[in-house]
């Protein structure tokens, strides 16, 4: 293995899982958002070269501590993939009780955030926002990626290549399955399970299946859709509704509807997508996981006792800030300038795409490498060793 990355004690200069560079963020700060009893939070982990990202998440629970957990990972992830952009995160939570005034509360929100925006910290979307919602705020702002200095010139507008770049995240995800099968000499058809059927999840199982693999059984908030000879993946994504709920009424005859909240967890199977919402694996349920390989295609899928137990019984597990980095990859390439100026989108898009599975590929193969050599939290490892100009930028 690369000595760089040998495991040097069990703590790298990383330290705990997840606790890599200082402990506080770097700037947190409330927006007014009046007339709107809302509240809302920008935090910036760090920047990097005048630039940090993230997602803006609305939520009636959101807390400015969640912020900064996820701006924290949000670091890691674009540290892992080698972009020179700090981690950020939004929040907005709408009064309790009362609807939400969209896409008022959107604009206002761009309003007060246009100092960040503008001052490079770019704030795309995040559970619970959507493109458009994305879009009034930068038109608030007056905020246009186009006009950034030094970011890749785009060809279509940003709502346009983001359309067509919908499945990055769940590509990424799938790219990562696909890599640690065959570094694990499989080379026939596996079973697939999907916890969650958004948009992560539609997408990594349309991947997965275009792979040949057969998608077995998929979760919604409603229960687990069952077919172990398959489930027919795009007739299924056509009755399924944006927010990832299939319409029981429109279901083959031929699949098993289970309603308990976590069938998903005893299908057989051979790999375990989670995509769905976060610690969904928990220490207690550890036993109860068949899959040998366990993929978390969502933020913080499995708790960090979770994590560290399946590894200990055998699993192989891809953690999250390695492999659902592709709509952030996406976004800091051509915000950075990485990615080549003027090209036609499909040739953009082809481009990112093979940037980022290269570096999912090679990330995850890295984190096999320092499990197999004894290293309880490869992450933190790994951090440690994408360390120079990572730590030089805080
Ligand atoms: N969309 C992205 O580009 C992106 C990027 C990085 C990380 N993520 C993370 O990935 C996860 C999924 O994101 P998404 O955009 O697909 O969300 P989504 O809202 O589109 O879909 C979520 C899916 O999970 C299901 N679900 C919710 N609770 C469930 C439960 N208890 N049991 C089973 N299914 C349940 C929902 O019914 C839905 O099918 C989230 O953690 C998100 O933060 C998303």
Redesign the pocket.
């Known amino acids: 293995m690369n000595q760089a990355l040998a495991p040097a004690g069990q703590a790298g200069q990383a330290g705990q899982a997840g606790q890599a560079g200082p402990t506080r963020p770097m700037l947190s700060t409330t927006l007014r958002m009046e007339p709107y009893e809302a509240q809302a939070w920008v935090v910036v982990d760090r920047m990097v070269g005048g630039l940090a990202m993230g997602g803006t998440r609305m939520t009636a629970t959101v807390t400015e501590q969640e912020l900064a957990h996820l701006a924290r990972a949000m670091t890691h992830k674009l540290a892992l993939v080698g972009l020179p952009i700090g981690g950020a995160k939004a929040g907005i939570a709408p009064a309790p009780g009362s609807p939400v005034q969209r896409p008022e509360l959107m604009r206002e929100f761009g309003r007060a955030a246009a100092p960040l925006l503008h001052g490079g910290v770019y704030l795309g979307c995040?559970?619970g926002t959507t493109y458009a919602d994305r879009q009034v705020a930068f038109e608030a702002a007056g905020y246009d990626v186009a006009h950034r200095q030094g970011a890749t010139r785009l060809t279509v507008g940003w709502d346009e290549l983001w359309t067509h770049m919908a499945d990055i995240?769940g590509y990424g995800v799938a790219v990562a399955v696909l890599g640690a099968l065959h570094a694990a000499g499989t080379r026939t058809p596996q079973r697939i399970v999907i916890?969650?059927?958004?948009?992560?999840?539609r997408a990594v199982a349309r991947h997965l299946a275009d792979h040949g693999h057969r998608v077995v059984a998929v979760?919604?908030?409603r229960g687990t859709i069952e077919d172990q000879h398959g489930l027919p993946v795009d007739a299924l994504t056509e009755i399924t509704s944006s927010?990832?709920?299939v319409d029981r009424t429109r279901l083959p005859a031929t699949v098993r509807v289970h309603s308990s909240g976590q069938a998903w967890l005893h299908v057989d199977a051979d790999v375990l997508v989670l995509?769905?919402?976060?610690s969904a694996v928990r220490e207690d349920t550890v036993p109860e996981v068949r899959a040998p390989m366990v993929v978390e295609?969502?933020?913080m899928s499995c708790t960090e006792p979770a994590r560290r137990l399946l590894r200990e019984s055998g699993h192989i597990v891809l953690p999250d800030v390695v492999v659902?980095v592709g709509?952030a990859a996406a976004t800091g390439c051509v915000l950075a300038g990485i990615a080549p100026s003027g090209l036609p989108l499909p040739r953009l898009s082809a481009w990112l795409r093979a940037w980022i599975a290269a570096r999912i590929t090679r990330n995850c193969e890295l984190v096999q490498e320092l499990h197999t050599s004894g290293s309880t939290d490869p992450v933190a490892h790994l951090l440690t060793a994408k360390g120079a100009w990572y730590s030089a930028g805080r």
């Open positions: 995040d559970q995240t916890q969650g059927f958004g948009t992560v999840g979760a919604d908030i927010d990832g709920t995509a769905a919402s976060a295609g969502g933020n659902n709509g």
